[in-house]
């Protein structure tokens, strides 16, 4: 099974950025189809209040199957743990989306979600240097932790040394993982996180619509490694983490 774990969807409020608006359902089972993927986390693009945002994506989870729904919340909201109550308990919402547009992880947030028991998918490198989850990562060991873009980041400058600390993340802690989101455009990233980091700790994620499922994979097929490790890295780690 093919499960993509790093997708949007929604209209959001960012009408200047075109990669916040007009993430259709449509245009991403499009893609799933022409990239063979049978699952996708989903959770919403930016949005300043995520109540509404989370509930259409319970009911798009609850309606159409190709879906595995994730809630996105702002941290630092008076009413968070309630938020994150409502967004597990109630729309069924099976992990976190936490992203630096939204603010910086709160204490009150992460408790919450450590309490729930559910993984939270960090936003990672493009701007934002991974080992400053590292606190984070020592402060919850039990809480399952997806670091996005196996970290890496678009300045030439910092490219290589923002990947390589989350490389050093997911190696050293064992609650931590690394989605491909957005990473396999530069296929070196993804040939030192195998061997760096091995198969057991990376996610196929696309960050679809925006990116493409079938670029993606292809970049992994394109991997020398057993068939057994892409097995893994496509599916099989995060539906284990999810318990699919």
């Not at 199957?65 to 994150?84: E, S, Y």
């Not at 989350?166 to 455009?185: E, M, R």
């Amino acid at each position: 099974m093919i499960i993509d774990c790093h997708t949007h969807v929604g209209r959001g409020i960012l009408l200047q950025d075109v990669f916040q608006i007009d993430c259709t359902v449509e245009k991403l089972e499009y893609l799933m189809a022409k990239g063979g993927v049978d699952l996708s986390v989903v959770f919403p693009v930016y949005y300043k209040c995520y109540k509404e945002p989370n509930r259409e994506i319970s009911e798009l989870a609850a309606t159409n199957k190709k879906f595995i729904g994730f809630c996105r919340i702002v941290p630092g909201a008076p009413d968070v743990a309630q938020q994150l109550d409502y967004a597990i308990k109630e729309l069924n919402l099976k992990g976190v989306k936490m992203h630096n547009m939204d603010g910086p992880p709160t204490r009150e947030a992460l408790d919450k979600i450590n309490e729930l028991k559910v993984p939270v998918l960090f936003h990672a490198g493009l701007g934002l240097s991974p080992v400053k989850f590292e606190g984070i990562i020592k402060s919850y060991p039990d809480l399952t932790i997806i670091l996005a873009h196996l970290g890496f980041d678009l300045d030439f400058e910092r490219m290589f040394s923002s990947a390589l600390q989350a490389f050093y993340l997911a190696k050293k802690y064992k609650n931590v993982y690394l989605d491909t989101a957005v990473a396999t455009w530069v296929q070196y990233f993804l040939e030192q996180a195998i061997e760096e980091v091995g198969a057991d700790k990376l996610l196929f994620g696309t960050d679809a619509p925006w990116f493409y499922p079938a670029i993606t994979r292809a970049c992994i097929d394109d991997l020398e490694i057993s068939d057994a490790d892409k097995a893994k890295i496509m599916g099989e780690n995060i539906a284990r983490i999810l318990n699919i």
